[in-house]
């Protein structure tokens, strides 16, 4: 950026939106347990290395540290925060619980358990105790005295707000789903049961809404379910965890859902929202023709805003601000929960198919963005407010989108080699020369001249000045699925696959339209490619879940981004060349350091992601969605 004020604004926007505020090493051991005190103010961690440790929410600080002798599975304070119960497993006993003073550590009542608890948890009242493990109990809080005891158990339970109903899960036989009870704590009767698996596995994750209207449950099928506390009706599903969920935990206005997973990662899911969402594509079977039938997605996956890295426990703070994770590492992290960051849903028509998936460009003077998803229209939509300002009506389904460096114009490429310029509203016209589907399009940095690629194996570079064409890229028997311009406009990047489903990166003169070299060969498709600002690296998304860069001179290879769980089909390069964005079928996009490779951040969507495009003053990253939506993320 040209103003010293402005420098490094992108790196500050993207820690923003991932905002972690502390990151204290207090156990040895991974940590099995977190919660939070009734102020919000302390939260209490333990874990394998047999330690619990207090500690202050605004700072990490650790205030208080005892030992317990076994691993600290559960861990929950009093409503009054005087006391923590913690659950124990291990260390050569059968397991046990005990209630201590929250300052000094003293054990104020010990359990008489005979067998491991893997849950705990205050009445709201603070009158009883509940722990579940191999069975679900209730104590008098103040004497340790047994109370009820409910019957086998299971790793998880909740209390209701008011006091009058327990949840629990109890161990789920081989093959078998877990059985989730609500019991009234009255009569010690089942009020119903909760459907919370689809499939055999536990349920290690509960959590009652502060109003105790809703009911989350997550466990080994990977999916977050939130139930009506009053009838056991399920009202939402939400899929995006790649692995069993460990925790649930709702924000105290109830508007927000925390979950963590062995997956190692933490989301807050926007549960307010759910009723606003586009509609989902069911997509239609082979050979179907027409557009798909629509499904309201409250019952299906919901977008979800955040996401933290190295997390298998999670929960909220008490003031609803902060959130605390706790690693298998033992490294405990605190987080902003409200980050300043927001996105902005531009509503795009939903596509039917994946031949042509899309493409999405930020105009150079950052007040536009093109969008165009399988469609024979692209839309421009103002990049600050989100209003649509045009339809530019092609000949056919448009597939890539540029804009010229001066924002004049915007370049578009699809079906039926179709390639159009567009000068104004409703003028355009045509360059003809490709005799296949043209699936990608570059403008070079002067705008003199286009470039597009298609499945007809060339590319073909238009001198758009001269309205003549300037060359044409031999590739028989290749599809083009990327293609970039040098910085200096004297080289043509082109991402070229055959139909053995491999693929090539090459390099080409400009002007004469002659091999360079070939930078990279691999054994799978590659299916993006874009020059670093400098001109000295090659950005590629690969069908094999990576994105690679390499060195423009040597071919040598420098980096390989790994994390998405499907290809990756865009990447684009921030304007300082020090962040990478990359768009994937896994339905997030990521933003990389590239120089190190380091992930910073995931964004999440409620379909596959098939465009991404950063600004060039680095305040916005806008991807495209399957669905046929755009989104803007922005710090504003």
């Not at 009158?127 to 004497?143: H, M, S």
Request: neutral net charge; charged residues 20%; hydrophobic residues 40%.
């Amino acid at each position: 950026t040209r103003n010293a004020e402005d420098r490094g604004f992108e790196w500050r926007f993207w820690q923003g939106l991932c905002p972690l505020q502390h990151s204290v090493s207090v156990h040895t051991g991974e940590v099995l347990c977190a919660a939070s005190s009734p102020d919000g103010k302390q939260f209490v961690t333990g874990g394998t290395d047999k330690s619990v440790v207090v500690s202050d929410t605004a700072t990490g600080k650790a205030l208080h540290r005892w030992k317990e002798d076994g691993d600290a599975r559960a861990a929950a304070f009093s409503p009054d925060g005087s006391r923590i119960a913690v659950g124990l497993s291990g260390n050569g006993k059968p397991g046990r619980a005990v209630i201590r003073d929250t300052e000094s550590g003293r054990p104020l009542q010990t359990l008489a358990l005979d067998h491991a608890v893997w849950d705990i948890a205050f009445s709201h009242n603070g009158k009883l105790l509940a722990t579940n493990g191999d069975r679900v109990q209730i104590w008098d809080a103040e004497t340790g005295a047994p109370k009820e005891d409910y019957g086998p158990g299971g790793p998880a339970l909740v209390f209701s707000p008011d006091d009058t109903r327990i949840c629990y899960s109890r161990w789920a036989e081989t093959g078998k789903p877990a059985a989730v009870e609500v019991l009234d704590l009255s009569t010690g009767m089942v009020l119903f049961p909760l459907a919370a698996q689809t499939g055999p596995g536990q349920v290690r994750a509960l959590a009652w809404s502060a109003d105790g209207s809703e009911i989350a449950t997550g466990g080994d099928d990977r999916i977050v379910r939130v139930w009506s506390a009053a009838t056991g009706t399920l009202l939402r599903s939400l899929s995006g965890h790649s692995d069993g969920i460990l925790t649930a935990s709702f924000s105290p206005d109830g508007k927000r859902l925390l979950t963590s997973s062995l997956d190692d990662e933490a989301r807050i899911w926007e549960l307010d929202a759910a009723s606003e969402l586009p509609k989902a594509v069911i997509a239609l079977p082979p050979g179907a023709r027409g557009r798909p039938p629509l499904r309201d997605l409250r019952l299906f996956a919901r977008e979800n805003r955040m996401l933290f890295k190295h997390a298998r426990q999670a929960v909220f703070a008490n003031d609803g601000q902060h959130v605390v994770t706790g690693s298998y590492s033992g490294m405990v992290r605190i987080w902003s929960a409200t980050p300043p960051a927001s996105y902005l849903v531009l509503d795009g028509p939903a596509i039917a198919s994946l031949d042509h998936v899309g493409a999405v460009a930020i105009a150079p003077n950052n007040r536009q963005i093109v969008s165009a998803v399988d469609s024979p229209a692209a839309t421009v939509w103002d990049a600050r407010t989100g209003a649509q300002e045009r339809v530019l009506r092609g000949q056919a389904d448009i597939s890539a989108v540029a804009y010229f460096p001066d924002s004049s114009r915007i370049v578009t490429a699809g079906q039926n080699g179709a390639v159009q310029i567009w000068t104004a509203p409703r003028r355009s016209y045509a360059i003809q020369g490709h005799k296949g589907n043209a699936s990608c399009v570059a403008v070079s940095s002067n705008g003199r001249l286009v470039a597009s690629g298609g499945e007809d194996g060339a590319a073909i570079v238009w001198d758009v000045r001269a309205n003549r064409r300037l060359c044409s890229l031999s590739m028989p028997g290749a599809i083009a699925h990327g293609i970039a311009f040098s910085p200096d406009g004297a080289k043509i990047a082109v991402a070229q696959n055959d139909n053995r489903m491999t693929g090539r990166i090459t390099l080409w003169d400009t002007n004469s339209g002659k091999l360079l070299r070939t930078i990279a060969s691999l054994p799978t498709r590659v299916l993006a490619v874009r020059f670093s600002p400098d001109g000295a690296r090659i950005l590629a998304g690969v069908d094999d879940r990576t994105a690679r860069i390499w060195d423009v001179v040597t071919g040598k290879p420098l980096l390989t981004l790994a994390g998405h769980n499907s290809g990756i089909n865009s990447v684009a390069f921030s304007a300082d060349g020090r962040r990478v964005v990359t768009g994937s079928f896994d339905t997030t996009a990521r933003l990389w350091d590239a120089r190190t490779g380091q992930e910073i951040l995931t964004l999440h969507h409620p379909t596959f992601v098939v465009g991404v495009a950063l600004s060039p003053d680095g305040r916005r990253i806008v991807t495209a969605c399957e669905d046929g939506s755009t989104r803007v993320w922005t710090a504003e």
